[in-house]
């Protein structure tokens, strides 16, 4: 190191500059509670089921139950005369268990459940916190951002077995 | 017992086998849809082909040698199906090899093209043959993009099967059960080629006492249980290996769990009782009466006349001071053959100390209309033979019509029922009996007409939910597990139970179920005999078990690990084991840890407290 470089003053000087330089420019704080967040489809939020023109897609195939780190989802299965012929009689989500990893979605074989971007989530009690059918059915048109953020990031490509080179 | 070569591997066969048993005895699977031990082998899934090969020879009938001194082996030109072919001395078969592999593959990319891909509809998910060996033996690739064949989904077949003809492989195994297991054969293939479907006979179901074998029978999911449909997915249940207590077969089974209610019985394969069967009375009366209608805890008479429940302590007490208000010579104790050799064995002791004089009547439930040729008999009760053995010369002889005499004309004033309804059982003379007894004790797991007048109820655990074993028709002494908890005996190591009853907290919605407080009898006696002042020193099944095994000749020298290993004894026959035979499993929930890990991870934790 050379003198100047010993003595750390001139760097001291520079990193200052920047502090200052952000002090007077465009703010990246948003002010949040009088000003809202709205993120992209990249954003994982609170867990919705996708409800389609026709009806809800989940099949109640449990799979996001057993993928589910916390065990925070719980289906129960029921038959249905639609051409899908199992539906969810119930399917709720314990906000308190969910920590947003977002596997349920990776793992959905019907993209039924998919991650929103509702990101205030205030429970007076623990009941309320474990949410049913009813608040977590989304309509498809409000949640297209992140099924074409799903689509553009396939996540599993089956890799290529030594046997079939 | 010739000797094959399976990928260079020596392997002593058995004459008469096909390549496929022969290796699958010896730990190799050969993969195989159509093929079951059982039933005859049509090869025509195609899935089992392996490349064969006899060591060449010369004409004057020595092996032809290599430079290095080894045979060599002259393969087929073509790949054989090793379900059909027999084995022989010297053969060599080559299964692990690329020109297999490259067939295997080819074989599920062609079951595939019409398969529906419905898993997550699917009730076979999770214990699928197909989904098994499309991990195993596929490319995990389709090449197929043309519109699949679609066929007639949900087809009633009969009143406890449901066919989709979609997901069907045609392997044929459920036309080949009907033929030549039950010989009621009502289904056959029509059509041809990828249209080619199974339709049942004009004018007739698929309805059989055996028929929801089929359901375990199919490797995929086009024939399931309308019991079972849509109830839960198999991964969230727990699977405990247990003993059907609907007759006295004790076929091996299955109890399939789910927040501590049953879901499911299915077979488990035993071949020296049930072998890979089970009947559909079984599986569907088996199950119910433990998730509903219970007594969940003691219960007592109060002096208006209704039951109330009480605490364990308190119920012993109030029982115990019953039998002392009476003489040993007015109790009169119907025993059912529901009980295991544990409670049978711990009744026996508690009589012969504190009761000897008492009156003990076995209550057996027949049903010649129950019985057939092939598993079922006419004795509805599992432990029947092992009560008889075990209570011995302590039972009376008398008939239903004495014992109503003896209670009305008050020779009898306690009448204590063990395990039974006796109204359901006895009809109008257990009616009388239960109204003619001074004072009625029941020990009983359900709600009944008997209940309803006892003076006092103690809360019985059933089969689910205690350990124990049941001697059956043929005096093989089975050995059955807890597949569920109660409040008494909460989850402990060892124990089956999914991921969900296993790792829910209390404040959980689905998690635990009903917890009942019921007890087997052998506890409340060992419970009632502290009360007496005496010490018995049983705290598991096991040690009652130790016991029984030292005191009655025909147990001797058993031991639960013994019994789960040789898959149950013969009453007398430790020292002479069977040879030992091939237990089959076609497919099942994966992956399966050692069943019988119970019984030494649940020592081990006793022994730690």
Same mark, same amino acid.
């Given at each position: 190191?050379?003198?100047?470089?010993?003595?750390?003053?001139?760097?001291?000087?520079?990193?200052?500059?920047?502090?200052?330089? =952000?002090?007077?420019?465009?703010? =990246?704080?948003?002010?949040?509670?009088?000003?809202?967040?709205?993120? *992209? *489809?990249?954003?994982?939020?609170?867990?919705?089921? +996708?409800?389609?023109?026709?009806?809800?897609?989940?099949?109640?195939?449990?799979?996001?139950?057993?993928?589910?780190?916390?065990?925070?989802?719980? +289906?129960?299965?029921?038959?249905?005369?639609?051409?899908?012929?199992?539906?969810?009689?119930?399917?709720?989500?314990?906000?308190?268990?969910?920590?947003?990893? *977002?596997?349920?979605?990776? +793992?959905?074989?019907?993209?039924?459940?998919? =991650?929103?971007?509702?990101?205030?989530?205030?429970?007076?009690?623990?009941?309320?916190?474990?949410?049913?059918?009813?608040?977590?059915?989304?309509? +498809?048109?409000?949640?297209?951002?992140?099924?074409?953020?799903?689509?553009?990031?396939?996540?599993?490509?089956?890799?290529?077995?030594?046997?079939?080179? | 017992?010739?000797?094959?070569?399976?990928?260079?591997?020596?392997?002593?066969?058995?004459?008469?086998?096909?390549?496929?048993?022969?290796?699958?005895?010896?730990?190799?699977?050969?993969?195989?849809?159509?093929?079951?031990?059982?039933?005859?082998?049509?090869?025509? $899934?195609?899935?089992?082909?392996?490349?064969?090969?006899?060591?060449?020879?010369?004409?004057?009938?020595?092996?032809? #040698?290599?430079?290095?001194?080894?045979?060599?082996?002259?393969?087929?030109?073509?790949?054989?199906?090793?379900?059909?072919?027999?084995?022989?001395?010297?053969?060599?078969?080559?299964?692990?090899?690329?020109?297999?592999?490259?067939?295997?593959?080819?074989?599920?990319?062609?079951?595939?093209?019409?398969?529906?891909?419905?898993?997550?509809? $699917?009730?076979?998910?999770?214990?699928?043959?197909?989904?098994?060996?499309?991990? %195993?033996?596929?490319?995990?690739?389709?090449?197929?993009?043309?519109?699949?064949?679609?066929?007639?989904?949900?087809?009633?077949?009969?009143?406890?099967?449901?066919?989709?003809?979609?997901?069907?492989?045609?392997?044929?195994?459920?036309?080949?059960?009907?033929?030549?297991?039950?010989?009621?054969?009502?289904?056959?293939?029509?059509?041809?080629?990828?249209?080619?479907?199974?339709?049942?006979?004009?004018?007739?179901?698929?309805?059989?006492?055996?028929?929801?074998?089929?359901?375990?029978? $199919?490797?995929?999911?086009?024939?399931?249980?309308?019991?079972?449909?849509?109830?839960?997915?198999?991964?969230?249940? !727990?699977?405990?290996?247990?003993?059907?207590?609907?007759?006295?077969?004790? $076929?091996?089974?299955?109890?399939?769990?789910?927040?501590?209610?049953?879901?499911? @019985?299915?077979?488990? #394969?035993?071949?020296?009782?049930?072998?890979?069967?089970?009947?559909?009375?079984?599986?569907?009366?088996?199950?119910? %009466?433990?998730?509903?209608?219970?007594?969940?805890?003691?219960?007592?008479?109060?002096?208006?006349?209704?039951?109330?429940?009480? !605490?364990?302590?308190?119920?012993?007490?109030?029982?115990?001071?019953?039998?002392?208000?009476?003489?040993?010579?007015?109790?009169?104790?119907?025993?059912?053959?529901?009980?295991?050799?544990?409670?049978?064995? &711990?009744?026996?002791?508690?009589?012969?100390?504190?009761?000897?004089?008492?009156?003990?009547?076995?209550?057996?439930?027949?049903?010649?209309?129950?019985?057939?040729?092939?598993?079922?008999?006419?004795?509805?009760?599992?432990?029947?033979?092992?009560?008889?053995?075990?209570?011995?010369?302590?039972?009376?002889?008398?008939?239903?019509?004495? %014992?109503?005499?003896?209670?009305?004309?008050?020779?009898?004033?306690?009448?204590?029922?063990?395990?039974?309804?006796?109204?359901?059982?006895?009809?109008?003379?257990?009616?009388?009996?239960?109204?003619?007894?001074?004072?009625?004790?029941?020990?009983?797991?359900?709600?009944? !007409?008997?209940?309803?007048?006892?003076?006092?109820?103690?809360?019985?655990?059933?089969?689910?939910?205690?350990?124990?074993?049941?001697?059956?028709?043929?005096?093989?002494?089975?050995?059955?597990?807890? &597949?569920?908890? #109660?409040?008494?005996?909460?989850?402990?190591?060892?124990?089956?139970?999914?991921?969900?009853?296993?790792?829910?907290?209390?404040?959980?919605?689905?998690?635990?179920?009903?917890?009942?407080?019921?007890?087997?009898?052998?506890?409340?006696?060992?419970?009632?005999?502290?009360?007496?002042?005496?010490?018995?020193?049983?705290?598991?099944?096991?040690?009652?078990?130790?016991?029984?095994?030292?005191?009655?000749?025909?147990?001797?020298?058993?031991?639960?690990?013994?019994?789960?290993?040789?898959?149950?004894?013969?009453?007398?026959?430790?020292?002479?084991?069977?040879?030992?035979? %091939?237990?089959?499993?076609?497919?099942? @929930?994966?992956?399966?840890?050692?069943?019988?890990?119970?019984?030494?991870?649940?020592?081990?934790?006793?022994?730690?407290?």
């Amino acid at each position: 190191m050379t003198f100047w470089e010993k003595l750390y003053l001139p760097e001291i000087a520079r990193g200052l500059g920047i502090t200052f330089k =952000m002090l007077i420019g465009p703010k =990246m704080t948003i002010q949040y509670p009088e000003e809202k967040y709205h993120p *992209g *489809g990249y954003y994982r939020g609170r867990p919705v089921l +996708v409800l389609d023109e026709d009806g809800e897609r989940c099949v109640a195939c449990g799979l996001c139950s057993r993928v589910c780190p916390p065990l925070a989802i719980e +289906v129960r299965a029921g038959e249905t005369d639609r051409e899908k012929e199992r539906y969810p009689v119930k399917f709720e989500i314990n906000m308190l268990r969910c920590i947003f990893c *977002g596997l349920c979605e990776e +793992v959905c074989p019907e993209e039924a459940i998919v =991650m929103s971007k509702d990101l205030e989530m205030v429970f007076e009690n623990r009941e309320s916190a474990i949410l049913g059918k009813e608040k977590l059915l989304v309509p +498809v048109a409000q949640l297209q951002d992140r099924l074409e953020y799903l689509r553009m990031h396939q996540y599993y490509e089956p890799p290529a077995r030594a046997q079939d080179a | 017992m010739p000797t094959i070569y399976i990928d260079g591997k020596p392997i002593e066969a058995r004459e008469g086998q096909s390549i496929l048993e022969a290796a699958l005895e010896h730990g190799i699977e050969i993969p195989h849809f159509c093929w079951h031990p059982a039933m005859s082998a049509p090869a025509n $899934c195609r899935i089992c082909l392996v490349k064969v090969g006899m060591p060449r020879r010369k004409p004057d009938g020595s092996f032809e #040698t290599d430079e290095n001194g080894n045979p060599v082996i002259q393969y087929m030109p073509k790949l054989q199906p090793s379900c059909r072919y027999p084995v022989s001395e010297g053969l060599h078969v080559l299964f692990q090899v690329p020109e297999v592999i490259e067939s295997q593959h080819a074989v599920m990319e062609f079951l595939l093209i019409n398969h529906p891909l419905d898993c997550p509809i $699917c009730d076979e998910a999770g214990e699928c043959k197909l989904q098994e060996y499309a991990y %195993f033996y596929s490319r995990g690739k389709s090449r197929f993009v043309e519109e699949k064949n679609h066929k007639p989904k949900h087809v009633i077949w009969g009143p406890n099967v449901i066919f989709d003809a979609e997901r069907c492989i045609s392997c044929s195994r459920c036309i080949r059960y009907a033929d030549e297991i039950l010989h009621d054969p009502v289904i056959d293939f029509v059509d041809r080629g990828d249209h080619v479907t199974i339709e049942l006979f004009p004018g007739t179901q698929f309805d059989n006492p055996y028929s929801m074998n089929v359901i375990e029978l $199919c490797p995929v999911g086009a024939l399931t249980s309308r019991d079972f449909r849509f109830k839960a997915r198999v991964w969230e249940m !727990s699977f405990t290996p247990s003993v059907c207590p609907g007759c006295a077969r004790g $076929c091996n089974m299955y109890v399939g769990v789910l927040h501590n209610q049953i879901l499911r @019985l299915q077979p488990r #394969t035993n071949m020296y009782v049930n072998q890979y069967w089970m009947c559909d009375a079984g599986r569907l009366t088996q199950y119910p %009466f433990v998730n509903e209608n219970r007594i969940d805890k003691p219960l007592v008479c109060t002096e208006n006349g209704t039951l109330t429940e009480v !605490s364990w302590e308190e119920a012993l007490d109030t029982f115990w001071n019953k039998l002392q208000s009476v003489d040993a010579k007015e109790i009169g104790i119907v025993v059912s053959g529901m009980l295991t050799n544990e409670d049978a064995f &711990a009744l026996r002791r508690f009589i012969q100390e504190y009761i000897p004089a008492a009156t003990v009547m076995l209550m057996t439930v027949e049903d010649p209309e129950f019985e057939d040729d092939f598993l079922r008999v006419r004795d509805r009760r599992p432990n029947t033979r092992g009560v008889q053995t075990i209570l011995g010369d302590v039972l009376a002889s008398l008939s239903v019509e004495e %014992f109503r005499a003896k209670v009305e004309s008050k020779q009898l004033k306690l009448v204590w029922v063990i395990g039974e309804d006796l109204e359901q059982v006895w009809g109008e003379e257990g009616r009388k009996i239960a109204d003619g007894a001074d004072t009625l004790i029941v020990a009983a797991s359900n709600v009944s !007409s008997t209940t309803q007048v006892a003076d006092l109820v103690l809360s019985l655990a059933t089969y689910a939910e205690m350990e124990g074993t049941f001697t059956n028709i043929d005096g093989r002494v089975q050995h059955f597990i807890p &597949a569920l908890t #109660t409040a008494e005996r909460p989850y402990r190591w060892g124990m089956k139970a999914s991921r969900w009853d296993k790792m829910g907290a209390w404040n959980d919605r689905w998690s635990h179920g009903p917890q009942r407080h019921c007890r087997p009898l052998w506890q409340m006696l060992a419970a009632t005999a502290s009360i007496a002042g005496h010490s018995w020193n049983y705290r598991k099944a096991a040690d009652v078990f130790a016991d029984l095994a030292q005191t009655v000749e025909g147990f001797a020298r058993m031991t639960y690990a013994l019994l789960d290993e040789r898959r149950g004894i013969p009453l007398g026959k430790v020292d002479e084991p069977e040879p030992p035979v %091939f237990h089959y499993d076609s497919h099942r @929930l994966k992956p399966e840890s050692e069943e019988y890990r119970y019984v030494q991870v649940y020592d081990k934790a006793e022994q730690w407290w």
